[in-house]
């Protein structure tokens, strides 16, 4: 009997091995529905990752918040991840980057730079799929914007 349950600890443990043994995909692409605190403001975003080795991943972003309270935001981001997985199929990552907003009022438009600084946590759906929340703040010029988002993402 002891020798039958180590020969099946044995082959489940290989075969974890295996599983886990498997490459990650290098790139993603996702899309996410975001909300914006300050203004009230929805919108969506579209995203590109690569990995940079094990633990960082480089991620170009575009927001587009729609008109709310008179304005309309455009941003633009580039984040570094650090990456940390907890479970097989699920991690967390902090977010720090910087972003380049620009809002357009009914009168005159104003664009800044700015920072982010957050926080994600993605779940792998399947091998080219998975699905993602983010929380951040945004610091641009003497304003700070809490921020929330959810979405997918296809790795390739």
Request: proline share 4%.
């Amino acid at each position: 009997m002891r020798a039958l349950l180590t020969a099946i600890a044995l082959l489940a443990s290989t075969s974890m091995i295996v599983v886990e043994a498997r490459p990650p995909l290098p790139m993603a692409f996702g899309v996410s529905y975001n909300y914006a605190f300050k203004n009230g403001q929805h919108g969506w975003a579209a995203k590109l990752q690569a990995d940079l080795g094990s633990r960082f991943r480089l991620e170009p972003e575009m927001m587009y918040f729609s008109k709310s309270n008179g304005v309309t935001t455009l941003n633009l981001s580039l984040n570094l991840h650090w990456r940390k997985q907890l479970f097989s199929r699920f991690g967390i990552y902090p977010i720090v980057g910087v972003n380049y907003s620009h809002w357009g009022y009914d009168g005159p438009n104003a664009s800044r730079w700015g920072a982010n600084i957050g926080c994600g946590a993605e779940y792998r759906i399947a091998r080219a799929l998975s699905g993602f929340t983010e929380t951040r703040l945004q610091f641009v010029s003497h304003e700070t914007q809490p921020m929330v988002g959810v979405g997918l993402k296809y790795h390739f």
